[in-house]
């Protein structure tokens, strides 16, 4: 027996209500856009690497923030989080001589923890994040520079590469991934050489394969684990999932480490590859990580969003932000544009949130 | 001679000094309805609370199937068979029917995958579906958001979800209160073939046309105690109507609002 009102969907509305729609949509658009009016040169292997690396920068980034916001929380904290560690790991290893392994497993259980403390203050005092978070913002930025400025003197430590130089777990943040592969591409004359023989583009940088390694997991996680289930059921409505005994508080706690986690990698990545540490890397992190997620589908208010989708937004904002400089536009225009897709983003995924709930 | 399974003996709650439940005693047999009537603050809410193991009673004795009832928890007492329905928190909106329906209860359809265990979505998918159409209840697929329910379908997907994982016991709070007529009779329905199935069922309700449709007995609580248990052959409809409201009250508005208002 069928009901008759149960009628086949046409396939684009179902393609319609994934979370994925706004960005899919986001990315095929911008990558028209920068098609018709960009430098040929922003295609090339050199200009896909530096766009990449600048998604792969804030993906990193998203992928902690999209399954906190499905958790239905905010983590305000990132940015400070990023410049934080990476001062714990410069200072340590350039300051103390502390093998820089030793600093970055340290930065990543300071870290953690400052995650969990964050995730335990909001689910035992029950205040939204955003405060909580927007306190941690500002006790970190300033514990960064303040502790800097007492141990060194100054709010850039700088020498990590010698410091570090032939680390096992600082080239797993710093290096570059396919080495072999772009010098074989580039003996076949695929890639270009300099003069001297070694090519153009050496390599693909870490960050990029932890960009795409952290979205895979986190993608696994959400789609196939139960606690995947758990995270939209948390972000769904608290009581019911505690009702239906998911352990929410833990949840929560868990997302709120893993956004320091994330926030770490990039503090990583940066430091190994920059070299340096500055007290004032990372600010508005959080927000660009948060626009990354919301034109990636989710909604702010939880429960709701792919990691996917993140990614994907991350993608546009990589786009938009370099392509930018390949067009004739002033790079000024950037944030302008920035702000418009954000809102044309979240008006369009509000609109598609009420149309699954209407089906 | 059944076996009650669930037993509560002079039960009381207070939160400070306030008397929530002031000495509850009831008793459920397997295969019958008990329905739980009575106005708002009579204790209802505290009382499958305590049930379903959400606030610790502060004294008398609470025992499952002959055992006493150690260190109640809601995890405890779900995995002892009692399941509770609350109104509208049973479900989660924009999650998918069959993420619902394990939601909590994954084990069931996780599956070895490497190191790891992961969700088996075509055998959920296959699970939810064949259980909603077995209460009668045909969905597009599985895998369509529950906002996309109407509300008796959503307390049938809930009830379903708890019978599915061997509750033996289903506490059902307000299952049809914010439901309309066709919507209650489905849940009234299933509440029935719950029954049949030998599960016990506490259906706690202000309605007594819904009690009276289904129940097999009926408590009625006022002012946090019992005004007694009564089998339905020993009450009508009109006679639980005004031992829920505690007799004069109805007698009252009859005079000001003339006699159709018995018929409230």
């Known amino acids: ?359 | 001679m059944k076996k009650p399974i669930i037993e509560i003996k002079d039960v009381k709650k207070h939160f400070g000094n306030i008397i929530a439940l002031n000495g509850i005693s009831m008793d459920l047999y397997p295969g019958e309805v008990m329905c739980l009537l009575g106005d708002n603050g009579a204790g209802k809410s505290t009382l499958i609370k305590t049930l379903a193991g959400v606030h610790p009673k502060s004294s008398g004795t609470y025992k499952v199937d002959g055992k006493d009832v150690v260190d109640p928890t809601p995890e405890t007492l779900l995995n002892a068979g009692i399941a509770t329905v609350y109104q509208d928190l049973s479900t989660i909106p924009l999650m998918s029917i069959s993420r619902n329906f394990f939601l909590g209860r994954e084990y069931e359809i996780e599956k070895k995958w490497g190191p790891f265990k992961r969700l088996d979505f075509k055998k959920a998918n296959k699970i939810a579906f064949d259980a909603m159409k077995e209460i009668g209840i045909n969905i597009r697929e599985a895998s369509q958001a529950v906002g996309t329910l109407s509300g008796g379908e959503r307390q049938c997907l809930a009830i379903a979800k708890a019978v599915h994982f061997g509750a033996k016991v289903l506490i059902l709070d307000e299952p049809t209160s914010a439901l309309g007529v066709a919507q209650s009779s489905m849940v009234l329905k299933y509440i029935l073939q719950a029954r049949a199935n030998n599960l016990a069922v506490i259906f706690i309700t202000h309605n007594v046309y819904h009690a009276y449709a289904v129940g097999d007995r009926f408590t009625i609580l006022n002012r946090g105690q019992t005004l007694g248990t009564f089998n339905k052959d020993e009450v009508t409809t009109a006679d639980l109507q005004e031992k829920m409201a505690g007799g004069k009250v109805i007698q009252d508005l009859s005079q000001e609002l003339g006699e159709d208002s018995k018929n409230l």
Do not use: H
């Open chain 1, 1 to 359: 027996m069928t009901d008759e009102r149960l009628s086949a969907e046409p396939f684009f509305s179902r393609f319609f209500k994934k979370p994925e729609f706004t960005s899919v949509v986001g990315v095929v658009g911008v990558f028209l856009v920068f098609f018709a009016i960009a430098d040929d040169a922003m295609f090339n292997l050199e200009g896909v690497l530096s766009w990449t690396e600048q998604a792969a920068l804030i993906g990193i980034l998203a992928v902690g923030a999209c399954l906190l916001m499905i958790g239905g929380e905010f983590d305000l904290s990132v940015g400070s989080m990023i410049g934080f560690s990476g001062m714990v790991m410069a200072i340590m290893t350039v300051e103390y001589g502390v093998p820089a392994w030793i600093s970055i497993i340290s930065a990543f259980i300071i870290s953690c923890s400052l995650g969990f403390l964050n995730g335990y203050i909001v689910v035992k005092t029950k205040l939204p994040s955003f405060i909580v978070t927007l306190a941690s913002l500002f006790i970190l930025r300033g514990l960064t520079v303040a502790i800097s400025r007492m141990l060194t003197n100054q709010t850039l430590v700088g020498g990590v590469t010698e410091a570090s130089e032939g680390d096992w777990l600082a080239s797993l943040f710093g290096g570059e991934a396919f080495t072999g592969l772009f010098l074989y591409l580039a003996d076949l004359g695929i890639i270009e050489k300099f003069a001297d023989g070694t090519p153009v583009v050496t390599g693909i940088k870490m960050l990029l394969v932890w960009w795409i390694g952290l979205t895979i997991i986190g993608i696994v996680i959400l789609r196939l684990t139960k606690y995947g289930n758990w995270i939209y059921a948390t972000g769904g409505d608290e009581q019911a999932s505690k009702n239906m005994g998911v352990p929410t508080d833990k949840v929560k706690i868990m997302l709120f480490m893993a956004t320091a986690f994330c926030a770490t990698v990039f503090a990583a990545c940066q430091v190994f590859d920059y070299g340096s540490a500055d007290a004032q890397r990372g600010l508005l992190k959080e927000f660009e990580a948060i626009i990354a997620v919301v034109m990636g589908g989710a909604l702010l208010t939880g429960g709701y969003g792919t990691v996917i989708g993140a990614c994907l937004g991350a993608l546009i904002f990589g786009i938009v932000n370099i392509g930018i400089s390949y067009t004739a536009i002033d790079s000024d225009w950037f944030r302008v544009f920035l702000g418009m897709m954000l809102l044309g983003a979240v008006m369009l995924s509000n609109s598609v949130r009420k149309k699954i709930m209407r089906s």
